[in-house]
């Protein structure tokens, strides 16, 4: 193996050394420690240790790096302390999630490290995130992330090396090539030759090391860091290495050809940098000696705090409350009782103008959105008003913009994601469901980022220009919804949502649009989130809807002069039980309506929560109306057919029939 120490002095040498030493020691600690059944799974990184090590020590030590499950020598060269990353690796109260998640999943800010999810690809485009905060406050510093050659085989890599290059954001992007995705080899994951191939296709520079010269590593990422700080840009590195154990400690290794381990094995990059040090006199056979006793004796005095540390003791409250990092809304009153009125349209642009305003924090970004004003206009002017920087039109790459979203959170910025219909937030599903919704229980980090969802069906669309969506994310922790009905609660609400530190999807009508108005507050102004409102108010029976779905109820009401309370949710997750429970027991008789379909709707859980709690104030069976269970057709009868207007008519009659 090739070392060429260039100008590095023995000190550097000997950091670079300590750095490789210590995650291999653990590494085969822990095989032994498996072996006795003392801990589980096992990720392990051994013959990869050169770029962990080599890469995070040419780093800044507050420039953020994303590792994955092979990275060990991230987190030592963090000087992480052993007893508590031991007490991770344990599910312990200790640990960085409190025993919420295991291994190598967690982050740390203190150490600017930010940990993966178990999908591999997602953590690329967090990575860009941090960058792009970085780049927005002219700070010098570059972001490093890591992937093996299977995980760049998702759709996620790709969206992270584009948006990267597009918006120039100063992202090293580490392949650690190790010939396998658990047992598949490359040529059975992908076609081209080597991932350097794939950089100038991108539109960056890409370069290919020896992944197992700590040396070489170490060099490269210096030289690129400091380009990429003066001239920020990405760059994909392609660090050539093998996995010298199974994909995990339990699953073998029979479908790796011997004659690979033994030609790898040749190229240990521990072993190798040992004989460097020792030929160029850098350290002697006594002096390695004794930084491995001083390892030893620190990794086994982790280990036995770590051993000695009780498990998590299991509290409900505590658990479901840290899904959201918490935050007392303080609802801000217009200063003036000044209005305009306003179209539906217009207030949510007002509220999302007067946020700008607010909070320098925020950036807005969405496809189309800038010059062109977003295909609903709602963001039309803003790009002359606030910038191309913090109004940024975005390639077509949901789960990218909103993992670069996660990633702005980190920085403590803010982010509004618009999604041009709700029906395409399917392509980020993944960072909304998992990345945003439950970083911050995992690791105590929040996600203040607004998805905004312009949603439902009524204009002959088609299946997918008219969904209803709202289910998929109430079903998920770690997410609040709100669903506004009329300008003055769209402007506050939307407000209120970007105010809200935790992931909030805006969910907003588009049938709405342009067919309602109101008069709405000049000034800024929150709506409060979790509270339901009266729409209507009536005696005989209540109907609990929201969105669309007020229009029905009021308009069936003054058509049949009818006397019902119509309960509008406003926010969706949390729901209002309080408002639930008081019109339920005012009437006794309760209609549930939405325009999504009906199974495993929110209808569902709401009839399900009243019979559980109001069942003795009921005189009618709980009704439930929603969209057919069917994808949404085109052509308008269809469609009208689809929608739950006439199924609604029929389900007061039989309710009143009750
Ligand atoms: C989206 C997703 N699909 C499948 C898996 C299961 N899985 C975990 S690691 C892995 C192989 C990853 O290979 P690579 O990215 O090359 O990293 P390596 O394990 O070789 O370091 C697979 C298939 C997963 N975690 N996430």
């Not at 999943?105 to 999908?119: L, T």
Request: glycine letters at 8%; charged letters at 25%.
């Amino acid at each position: 193996m090739n070392f060429n120490r260039k100008e590095y002095s023995d000190d550097e040498l000997i950091r670079l050394y300590r750095g490789i030493l210590k995650p291999r020691m653990i590494e085969e600690k822990m095989l032994i420690l498996l072996r006795q059944g003392k801990v589980s799974k096992w990720f392990s990184g051994i013959g990869q240790e050169a770029i962990s090590v080599g890469s995070t020590l040419a780093l800044e030590e507050d420039e953020y790096i994303l590792p994955m499950h092979r990275n060990l020598g991230v987190f030592t060269c963090r000087d992480m302390k052993l007893d508590q990353l031991f007490a991770q690796f344990q599910g312990k109260t200790t640990g960085f999630t409190k025993g919420r998640d295991r291994s190598f999943h967690f982050g740390s800010n203190e150490h600017h490290i930010v940990g993966m999810i178990s999908h591999l690809g997602p953590q690329l485009a967090v990575a860009g995130g941090i960058a792009l905060a970085d780049l927005l406050e002219k700070r010098e510093k570059v972001t490093l992330v890591y992937s093996g050659d299977g995980g760049a085989s998702e759709g996620d890599f790709h969206e992270a090396l584009n948006v990267a290059a597009v918006w120039n954001l100063p992202v090293i992007f580490m392949i650690e090539n190790n010939g396998y995705g658990l047992s598949t080899p490359s040529n059975e994951q992908f076609k081209f030759n080597y991932f350097i191939d794939k950089g100038p296709a991108y539109g960056m520079d890409a370069l290919q090391i020896d992944g197992n010269n700590v040396l070489e590593v170490y060099d490269t990422i210096r030289q690129a860091a400091y380009s990429m700080r003066k001239n920020p840009r990405p760059m994909l590195i392609e660090a050539m290495t093998f996995r010298m154990r199974g994909h995990e400690e339990a699953s073998g290794t029979k479908y790796v050809p011997q004659e690979l381990f033994e030609k790898w094995a040749k190229k240990d990059p521990v072993e190798n940098f040992e004989k460097y040090l020792l030929d160029e006199k850098v350290l002697t056979p006594k002096s390695m000696a004794a930084i491995r006793e001083e390892f030893k004796a620190e990794i086994e005095k982790g280990l036995d705090t770590a051993f000695n540390t009780p498990m998590p003791v299991a509290n409900v409250e505590e658990e479901v409350a840290d899904m959201y990092l918490p935050f007392e809304q303080k609802v801000v009153q217009p200063a003036s009782d000044k209005t305009t009125e306003k179209r539906f349209v217009d207030a949510i642009s007002d509220g999302l103008r007067q946020s700008m305003e607010r909070f320098p924090e925020l950036t807005l970004m969405g496809q189309d959105i800038a010059e062109y004003g977003g295909v609903f206009k709602i963001t039309e002017g803003f790009v002359e008003k606030f910038g191309k920087e913090r109004v940024r039109n975005t390639p077509l790459c949901e789960s990218a913009i909103i993992g670069i979203g996660l990633g702005m959170s980190i920085k403590k910025k803010k982010t509004m994601v618009e999604m041009q219909f709700a029906d395409f937030v399917t392509c980020g599903f993944n960072q909304i469901v998992n990345n945003l919704a439950k970083s911050h229980y995992r690791w105590g980090q929040n996600a203040d980022v607004v998805v905004r969802m312009p949603t439902g069906a009524g204009a002959a669309a088609g299946p997918f220009h008219s969904q209803s969506n709202e289910a998929w994310f109430f079903h998920t922790p770690g997410l609040k919804i709100v669903y506004p009905s009329n300008p003055v609660d769209a402007k506050g609400l939307l407000a209120a949502a970007i105010e809200d530190p935790n992931p909030v999807m805006y969910f907003e009508h588009k049938m709405l649009y342009r067919s309602i108005s109101g008069n709405v507050p000049d000034d800024y102004y929150t709506t409060e989130i979790g509270k339901a409102a009266l729409a209507s108010e009536g005696d005989d029976f209540s109907i609990i809807t929201y969105g669309m779905g007020v229009h029905w109820a009021k308009q069936l009401i003054e058509k049949q002069g009818l006397s019902a309370d119509v309960l509008d949710l406003r926010t969706l997750l949390p729901w209002d039980k309080d408002a639930v429970k008081k019109t339920v027991e005012k009437t006794g008789r309760v209609i549930v309506l939405h325009e999504d379909t009906l199974t495993g709707g929110i209808g569902a859980e709401i009839a399900a929560w009243i019979s559980e709690n109001c069942f003795e104030r009921l005189d009618a069976p709980v009704l439930r109306v929603g969209g057919l269970d069917t994808a949404i057709p085109f052509s308008p009868p269809l469609e009208a057919q689809f929608l739950p207007t006439k199924r609604f008519e029929e389900a007061v009659e039989k309710m009143l029939a009750y």
